[in-house]
């Protein structure tokens, strides 16, 4: 309020300790530095924690001793401006910087930074290496598409199952597990390390991380459904999967982890889906699938952003293929006992015909996961040839 050519704020019986500074603040962001606002109010000694509160915030003051007059005139300070003076500002909401700074440590895009804010350590701090322009669609998507294990699973429904069956659905399942476990660890890793100013990236890969644990959750169900325990873990497994979590660099395990493990376990599910011999794995590998789709998706738009950006990439990316096939060559690749379990799940029984036929099923999966991994590197950048060569060279482990 303007009265005779002042600035004024009625409190009525507010104090300053219910809210009433915030009328005060309100009045004086209105006015220029040393201009006057008179406060009227009728609270118990508001002079006195006017005077403080003046103090406090870098304002003059003036009590009145006018009767009927306004409890004080408060003359505005220039602390508020020189405090904001080097602020800085983290640039637009929609569009991330190329480069994202320590400083801005947790504030979003397009927030002020005051200056002096402490320096965050987030490796991955520019736009080339962890950007992708389907992130924030992939994450809506991926929040859409939660579902719940304990509901979405048939997991009540009568099936019978010959012994040797449900053993090789054991088998798989605790392969499974292993792998999905290492494809949790290597997300949330990374999202820790991404600057907040690629929230997107950073949402993205803390909602994989979510769904690669509901993905341990149900293959861990299933596996214990009928049987008191997993099967077995080999150690040429594990160290393949140790070198996925090993792999210290965004774009490289990128493409170890989504590109080429993910993406060749696409191929898997649908495989399991369409051999199960149960619906509880059934209706498991169909909405697991539907998961590890997006990883993948993620995992190929980023690099095909970032080799575009960065045409060098590719020749790291080989590198790191080709030094991963040479770490692993000693290793037996997939384990026969998984192996065995995909043909017999396939088959169905034990008839010899119907071996012959499961064992050829599973030779088109993995025809099938080497023709994904190619056209894959294909769009990320590679030539038609070095695709296939470099698919070939992915770990027998499938993951």
């Known amino acids: 309020m303007i009265e005779g050519g002042m600035c004024s704020v009625e409190l009525g019986e507010l104090g300053l300790d219910q809210g009433g500074h915030l009328l005060i603040k309100r009045a004086l962001r209105t006015v220029p530095v040393h201009a006057p606002v008179a406060v009227y109010g009728s609270a118990p000694e508001l002079a006195i924690h006017l005077r403080g509160w003046c103090r406090a915030q870098g304002h003059d003051i003036e009590i009145s001793q006018i009767t009927g007059g306004p409890v004080a005139v408060l003359y505005r300070g220039g602390s508020e401006d020189g405090r904001w003076r080097d602020a800085e500002s983290t640039g637009e909401a929609a569009i991330p910087q190329i480069q994202a700074y320590a400083n801005w440590g947790l504030a979003g895009r397009s ?73 949790l660890v290597v997300p949330a890793r990374f999202a820790a390390q991404i600057h907040p100013h690629f929230r997107e990236v950073m949402q993205l890969l803390a909602i994989q991380a979510a769904d690669e644990a509901r993905h341990i959750e149900v293959f861990t169900r299933r596996a214990l459904l009928r049987r008191p325990k997993l099967g077995l873990s080999t150690a040429g497994g594990q160290a393949s999967l140790k070198t996925l979590i090993d792999e210290a660099d965004f774009a490289l395990s990128a493409m170890l982890l989504s590109v080429l493990g993910e993406g060749s376990f696409l191929s898997l599910l649908q495989f399991l889906h369409q051999h199960a011999p149960d619906p509880v794995t059934g209706e498991i590998a169909w909405l697991v699938a539907q998961d590890e789709a997006r990883h993948v998706a993620f995992g190929v738009t980023h690099l095909t952003q970032h080799v575009r950006e960065d045409p060098a990439l590719l020749e790291r990316l080989a590198a790191a293929i080709e030094r991963r096939h040479d770490t692993l060559a000693h290793t037996a690749g997939l384990n026969e006992e998984v192996f065995d379990s995909l043909v017999l799940l396939a088959a169905g029984s034990w008839q010899p015909e119907a071996l012959r036929a499961g064992w050829g099923k599973v030779q088109i999966l993995i025809a099938d996961m080497e023709r994904g991994r190619a056209r894959r590197l294909r769009k990320i950048g590679f030539d038609w040839q070095r695709a296939q060569s470099l698919s070939a060279l992915h770990t027998r482990n499938f993951m």
């Open 111 to 183: 927030a002020t930074v005051e200056a002096g804010a402490p320096a965050f350590d987030f490796p991955l701090d520019t736009r080339a290496e962890v950007w992708a322009e389907e992130a924030a669609r992939l994450y809506a998507q991926a929040a859409a598409a939660q579902w719940n294990p304990a509901t979405a699973i048939p997991w009540d429904e009568p099936f019978v199952l010959h012994d040797e069956i449900e053993d090789a659905v054991v088998q798989v399942m605790t392969y499974l597990i292993e792998n999905e476990t290492a494809a």
